[in-house]
């Protein structure tokens, strides 16, 4: 097993308790979180991870405070009229995934401008998760393909999801200490490894993720064989 991981996903949990520990607005550890995710990209860039798909917002956020889901949709345009530009430098590609279309038409325009912008690139797919659930994803995928009038098979969900465009993840990481996968990838986790970390997210450095990176690089990922399969299978 390559000791790289080809598709790292995150759940970027913690920003909320990182500004609280700080007396500071909820809001203020969303800009820190940016800050962290500008660095973990790099990282992958760096490592030469292929796919790097991480949880923004989720369909139950917005059930938050009104101020702080209008906070971090502004943040969103914000980051993007700043990050687009060195992103599409280093060969980053954006895609956004999730339920779009239930965005105010500021946001998805910026969203689909920064995926046309960098459309061109290929070094490191950077897939964003917002207004994303997973049931959403396996919902929305039945019914385009019910509407269609196509037979509802594993093969054909796989390709009506919203990340058909990458393999599954070999990676998910979850920091901010809860075990619990808070509607993420349902579908695509289905056998992943998982790493949760205590860190919260604005903390989880570059060390952290080489943590993650090392971990998932001792496990056996056995896909329902045995050990004695796995290993035969890598001789020959
Ligand atoms: C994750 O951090 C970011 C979003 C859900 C938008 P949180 O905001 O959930 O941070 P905590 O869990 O409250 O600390
Ligand atoms: C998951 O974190 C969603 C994102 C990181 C965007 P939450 O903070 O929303 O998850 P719960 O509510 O603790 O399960
Ligand atoms: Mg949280």
Not at 73 to 85: F, H, I, N, R, T
Not at 178 to 196: G, T
């Amino acid at each position: 097993m390559s000791a790289i991981p080809r598709h790292i996903a995150i759940v970027m949990d913690g920003n909320g308790r990182w500004a609280t520990r700080r007396f500071l607005p909820r809001v203020a550890g969303h800009r820190q979180g940016v800050e962290s995710l500008r660095r973990c990209v790099q990282a992958c860039l760096d490592r030469d991870v292929r796919v790097l798909t991480v949880f923004a917002f989720s369909s139950e956020n917005w059930d938050r405070p009104q101020d702080e889901v209008s906070g971090l949709m502004s943040l969103m345009v914000g980051v993007l009229a700043k990050e687009v530009m060195p992103l599409k430098a280093n060969g980053v590609r954006l895609h956004f995934v999730g339920a779009l279309h239930a965005l105010s038409d500021k946001v998805r325009r910026g969203l689909e401008q920064a995926e046309r912008d960098t459309a061109d690139n290929s070094k490191l797919v950077l897939n964003i998760c917002f207004n994303y659930g997973g049931r959403w994803d396996i919902a929305q995928a039945a019914q385009r393909l019910a509407e269609a009038g196509q037979p509802i098979t594993e093969a054909s969900l796989n390709e009506a999801m919203a990340l058909s465009h990458v393999p599954d993840p070999d990676l998910v990481i979850r920091t901010g200490g809860e075990f619990r996968i808070s509607n993420f990838l349902l579908w695509q986790s289905a056998y992943s490894e998982f790493v949760f970390s205590d860190k919260l997210w604005p903390d989880f450095d570059t060390a952290a993720l080489d943590e993650a990176i090392a971990s998932y690089g001792r496990r056996e990922r056995r896909f329902g064989k045995t050990s004695d399969q796995v290993v035969a299978g890598r001789g020959a």
